[in-house]
């Protein structure tokens, strides 16, 4: 199993892989512009990054080399239609492992990410663990203490993770809003204080109430002991 990045503009193939990848046991994640990527891949961790090549605001070649050049190592995939050679001379120079050229099967684009688990460096991390809580961002589930699975929201899980991930830093809600809802225009910072409410309650149930703590008029943050 791996957890995998797509960037991608067109929804209709984006949809198409996302469901495929997923049968296949998978943990798929879309970002429909570059600007979205970018900033789930500065938030969260994956093994894999499908990148579409000509995308409406950045191109993947940028965000490849910006991903790259601050430490990047999940394996980098190009899906293009551009098969000449210059193409793909500046893909492998800004830090991508392989191509697929558009159109493609969907057949051949799986082999390709069989191919590069066997051989990337990277190892999905699916179970965090602070305390004596573990979450696991596949199942999207949380455990106290060996005790009973909390089911958690897609977005409920999100933020958990972003905030395990990120111990003893402090997000406001805005922050919080840009790394777990990039392109959702209707979300709110209210609609953020909203689910940390939800998930504060549902930890609570669960004998963990004070993981998620408020720095008054900074924001939130999970505090991990050294």
């Not at 899906?79 to 830090?95: M, P, Q, R, V």
């Not at 919080?176 to 709110?188: G, I, K, M, R």
Request: charge should be negative.
């Amino acid at each position: 199993m791996a957890k995998i990045l797509y960037v991608d503009d067109d929804e209709e193939i984006a949809d198409r892989v996302q469901e495929w990848l997923s049968t296949e046991g998978h943990v798929v994640e879309l970002a429909s512009n570059g600007e979205d990527g970018l900033q789930m891949l500065g938030a969260f961790q994956y093994d894999v990054v499908l990148l579409d090549w000509n995308l409406p605001d950045i191109t993947g070649l940028e965000i490849c080399g910006q991903y790259r050049r601050s430490g990047g190592g999940a394996w980098v995939i190009f899906l293009t239609g551009n098969s000449a050679i210059k193409y793909k001379e500046a893909g492998l120079d800004a830090g991508a492992d392989d191509f697929v050229t558009k159109p493609f099967d969907i057949r051949e684009l799986s082999a390709r990410v069989r191919s590069a688990l066997r051989r990337a460096n990277t190892v999905f991390q699916a179970e965090l663990k602070i305390g004596n809580l573990t979450l696991n961002t596949a199942k999207r589930t949380a455990r106290v203490d060996g005790g009973e699975e909390l089911h958690l929201m897609p977005k409920e899980a999100a933020v958990l993770e972003f905030l395990m991930r990120h111990p003893n830093k402090v997000f406001g809600a805005k922050a919080l809003l840009d790394a777990v809802w990039p392109s959702d225009s209707e979300v709110s910072e209210g609609t953020v204080r909203t689910f940390i409410k939800n998930m504060r309650r549902k930890l609570d149930a669960a004998g963990k109430p004070d993981l998620i703590k408020t720095e008054p008029s900074l924001g939130y943050t999970i505090e991990q002991s050294n």
